[in-house]
């Protein structure tokens, strides 16, 4: 008879550096012992303790493993790049990834596990399923396509150039964006050293003077009197103010009302549907043309739209359910342009449907590349203006009381 008083003090069965962690108790011979297993599921679970001789008496409820890979830190791009460059040499799969598990790296953990889970017999799509923290659903389905066709190659190659002309259109973002953050940041500075440094300074001065001053400047000198008096509770105010800003912008809720707000703007909500449909076209091409059905692809996209054009996209997957070409789902459900659905079209009559949504991605990036050009060249010339025209304002009202006084003592 086995005693079930005080058990030792459980050990761990290194099984993996990935998974879920499983708490067992087990009979080792006559004795009962506690024992965590690390593993991707409970049947896994009981066939690594069969395999070491123990018989389970109970299994507790998986939690998550502390060795779980973080997510957004694998660098998926660089992996793909190795590994088809590994795969073009003349490499199995196994091999590829066991000679990139060789790295110590952050990757080793998340390539490790992967080996193992093929070691085991599983196909490369089902790995990387075991992984969905780290793996991307895009990446997923665009592998479990070409396993199907046996074109992993292909599908890779897809995916890397599907990944950077992504990277291409937010580099293009970015870069515009730059310059104008800039002025901003500087004149904003410039600004704020006038009103909390030079104001306050002018203001002590014209206090002694008890000459009557224009209204405008007068107002500009008892803000530079109230920064001088309280400087440090404004301060703090301000900091209060960032930080909380900060929260909200963390906020999920408060994040999907902001995107709704500049949905609502006329010329940017336009440009925003652009850059979604941009980004739908291109990703929905490159799962058919690997081979994936056209309502499997529609379902691993649907997750890139914006919640605004989520319940649309509903429409046109029910509508390709109902039989309906995919060009009419996509112009009953708004997700296209005129021009987009001409290009549509002439895609399904041709029978290269994923092609010419490529090229209609490529023609919505090249639309938005103009907007972003001719944006920025408006938009950089206007804001100098405003920040020169903000702080030529401050500097006059403080030195027109000066003008004053000139024009009095003559």
């Known amino acids: 008879m086995v005693s079930l008083g005080a058990l030792p003090k459980p050990r761990t069965l290194q099984t993996g550096n990935c998974g879920m962690l499983f708490h067992a108790k087990v009979l080792n011979g006559a004795q009962l012992i506690e024992i965590d297993v690390h593993a991707h599921d409970a049947q896994e679970a009981t066939s690594q303790l069969k395999a070491k001789g123990l018989t389970l008496v109970a299994l507790s409820q998986p939690r998550k493993s502390t060795f779980a890979p973080k997510k957004g830190k694998f660098p998926l791009n660089l992996f793909s790049q190795e590994l088809l460059t590994l795969l073009r040499s003349g490499l199995n799969l196994v091999e590829a990834i066991e000679a990139l598990a060789l790295k110590v790296d952050e990757t080793q953990t998340v390539l490790q596990a992967l080996l193992q889970s093929l070691q085991q017999g599983k196909s490369f799509s089902a790995a990387l399923e075991r992984q969905s923290d780290t ?94 008096r309280h ?23 408060f994040r999907a009302w902001l995107m709704q707000w500049i949905w609502k703007i006329p010329a940017v909500g336009e440009k925003l549907q652009l850059y979604q449909l941009a980004r739908f076209y291109r990703t929905l091409g490159m799962l058919l043309r690997g081979g994936t059905p ?93 920040i020169g025209l903000v702080i030529g304002v401050v500097v006059l009202l403080l030195y027109m009381p000066i003008f004053e006084l000139a024009g009095q003592i003559q």
């Open 231 to 253: 400087g440090d509770q404004m301060l703090w105010g301000v900091a209060v103010l960032v930080v909380g800003l900060l929260t909200l912008f963390q906020q999920t809720a």
């Open 294 to 386: 056209i309502m499997a692809a529609l379902s691993s996209v649907s997750g890139l739209l914006d919640r605004k054009l989520a319940g649309q996209m509903q429409m046109a997957q029910k509508k390709v359910s109902e039989g309906s070409p995919l060009s009419q789902a996509l112009h009953h459900a708004r997700l296209t342009t005129p021009i987009g659905e001409r290009m549509l079209l002439v895609g399904e009559r041709g029978g290269n449907i994923a092609d010419m949504m490529e090229r209609i991605a490529d023609f919505y990036d090249e639309e938005l590349a103009r907007w972003i050009d001719w944006f920025t060249r408006l938009f950089e010339p206007i804001l100098m203006l405003v």
């Open 135 to 228: 793996f991307p659903l895009l990446f997923i389905s665009t592998v479990s396509a070409s396993e199907r066709t046996g074109d992993l190659h292909h599908a890779l190659e897809r995916y890397i150039n599907y990944e950077n002309q992504v990277h291409l259109l937010k580099k293009k973002v970015v870069s515009a964006s730059i310059y104008p953050l800039l002025l901003i940041g500087v004149g904003g500075m410039v600004i704020l050293f006038l009103l909390g440094f030079v104001v306050p300074k002018f203001s002590a001065v014209y206090e002694g003077t008890g000459a009557d001053l224009p209204w405008m400047s007068q107002v500009m000198l008892d803000w530079g009197g109230l920064i001088s």
